[in-house]
């Protein structure tokens, strides 16, 4: 009887452990899936760690290992804006816009270039170099490289 | 009204690069150029003593205001330059300061290179204290933060070491080591504490400061803990009262050594600083052949604590509690009355903001003593005729506009 009972428990317990896997598997990739990071051709390889992408984007990393210049794009506004910058900065969009203007403010750095739409990201990317931003996961990225955040 | 005019016009003029935000970055041969801006206008009242060298207690305007311009020549270089004016009270009175302009060389993403005219790294908000829009509050914490000392601790003209160090799993370091020398403002509080105890400059006011800041963005997300440590020297010359008599200041000891921290978790943000600040010098009358020496100084601790929640996008509060406490040593001239060793300050804010280069914040201030009026934090017996209170209301309005 005893034995029984521990062994329902035992399924429960994996069940569980299975339900909160798969729950992970949804919802990680989901906040993930909405949000491609972009590169120009100049930019080497094909991943970027979360920690370099986010001293990339507070400008406190500013070329890359080879020594390259690297110089982050951001959207203006929107949905992909609010998750990117919640997923790989850690900061709110306005408190990642009150940092970039404490910056500017005390001639530690320029604001760094936005536009409004994807396509405009995905064309200043392009033809600049060490340039690297973040679209829709949707949005053609044609002409540049796209980079696994891992 | 000359206030009132001032701040209507400057916040007008302020409106039109507002609104053409994106008419501000351009390219010269290849180099991109950004023009940015800020003007801020205020009005504070107060219940019983006048503050910060305004006729508060009868509600007086003030306001600030910035323009910098700044291009990456070079991947690695960058030059810039900002110019600043103020008018409140008897602070600044319009005069245009030149806030910083310096070159920034960054060799590497762990050390870099600033030589000119650079803003001075103390604590949280020391180089941003004038930027009014980057904080949640009307007026910052002035136990840390006189308003009336901006000028000497703002910037310094010299250079700073910095640079940004990954240390793994164990987040960020970033580091800036700086020397160089302190401006004299014949319009700052620095001159309006010597003032107050029947100083007459016959000098100009030298000094130099050294120290360095340091901060770690820890593994935790959204945490954030400094330290800052600067020495200071100063000197100056100066009559005292009716008598003719010369007497010479010189530091010996000015040492502030800061800890302060950051904690952000969504849309709260908390923040606290405690302050070490130690004062010593030497004040020598020249009588000839027999100069006296007097060795005057002061232990000052200050700090705050503080927390703010943005409600949504145009509404954010916040409360802080600033704590400020001199205990004078040798005193060159007694202080007596009620609340002349601390300031105990009480606030709470709202801030609006209705646009994304518009904020509008309504403070309450509730303030215990007064301090010492040697020490410039906002109390001076020039403003005060009538002898100062223990106790300060005040209700300050403010707003900003900046592109």
């Known amino acids: ?150 | 009204m000359k206030g009132l005019v001032t701040t209507v016009a400057l916040l007008a003029g302020c409106l039109v690069p507002s609104l053409l935000h994106g008419q501000v970055n351009f390219n010269v041969a290849g180099s991109q150029i950004q023009i940015h801006g800020y003007l801020s206008g205020g009005w504070a009242y107060s219940s019983d003593n006048n503050y910060l060298t305004m006729n508060t207690s009868r509600g007086s305007f003030f306001t600030e205001g910035g323009l910098n311009a700044s291009a990456q020549v070079t991947d690695r270089l960058r030059v810039g330059a900002q110019v600043y004016d103020r008018y409140i009270g008897d602070l600044g009175k319009g005069k245009v300061y030149l806030d910083w302009a310096f070159a920034d060389y960054r060799l590497r993403d762990w050390i870099g290179f600033r030589a000119g005219k650079v803003k001075t790294p103390l604590g949280l908000f020391n180089d941003t204290q004038d930027q009014e829009f980057l904080h949640t509050w009307a007026l910052l914490p002035q136990a840390t933060y006189p308003a009336d000392l901006r000028s000497v601790n703002i910037a310094h003209a010299g250079g700073s070491v910095y640079g940004n160090i990954s240390i793994n799993r164990g987040g960020t370091l970033s580091y800036e080591a700086f020397a160089g020398s302190v401006s004299d403002d014949p319009r700052g509080g620095y001159r309006y504490g010597i003032q107050a105890q029947g100083g007459k400059l016959t000098s100009g006011i030298t000094g130099r400061v050294a120290g360095f800041d340091l901060r770690w963005n820890s593994p935790i997300p959204g945490l954030m803990l400094g330290t800052s440590l600067a020495y200071k020297h100063g000197s100056f010359q100066s009559t005292l009262g009716a008598s003719p008599r010369l007497f010479s200041y010189s530091t010996t000891l000015d040492r502030n050594l800061v800890f302060y921290g950051e904690y952000t978790r969504g849309n709260f943000r908390a923040e606290a600083e405690y302050r070490d600040h130690t004062r010593r010098a030497e004040v020598t009358a020249e009588i000839p052949g027999r100069p006296v020496v007097r060795k005057p100084g002061s232990d000052e601790p200050a700090g705050f604590i503080s927390g703010a929640y943005r409600l949504s996008k145009w509404m954010e509060v916040g409360s802080y509690y600033s704590h400020y406490h001199v205990t004078l040593i040798n005193p060159v001239v007694p202080v007596t009355g009620p609340g002349r060793d601390h300031i105990h300050d009480r606030v709470v804010t709202v801030r609006f903001d209705p646009a994304h280069f518009w904020d509008l914040k309504i403070e309450g201030h509730f303030m215990d003593g007064v301090g010492s009026p040697a020490q410039a934090h906002g109390f001076y017996p020039q403003n005060n005729p009538q002898g100062l209170q223990r106790t300060t209301r005040m209700l300050v309005v403010r707003t900003g506009w900046y592109f």
């Open chain 1, 1 to 150: 009887m005893t034995a029984a009972r521990n062994g329902r428990a035992k399924r429960h317990r994996k069940l569980a452990w299975k339900l909160f896997g798969l729950l992970l598997c949804v919802s990680l990739p989901s906040t993930a899936a909405n949000v491609k990071v972009i590169a120009n051709l100049s930019v080497k390889g094909s991943q970027v760690s979360p920690a370099n992408l986010k001293s990339i984007f507070l400008k406190t990393k500013t070329s890359l290992n080879d020594g390259s210049h690297v110089e982050p794009v951001l959207l203006k506004s929107g949905a992909a804006h609010e998750a990117f910058v919640k997923q790989y900065v850690g900061k709110t969009t306005a408190g990642l816009e009150t940092y970039y203007r404490s910056r500017v403010f005390t001639g530690k750095g320029l604001m760094p270039q936005r536009f409004a739409s994807d396509a405009e990201v995905v064309e200043y990317v392009r033809k600049t170099k060490g340039a690297i931003g973040y679209v829709t996961a949707e949005a053609s990225a044609e002409g540049v490289r796209i980079l696994e955040v891992k």
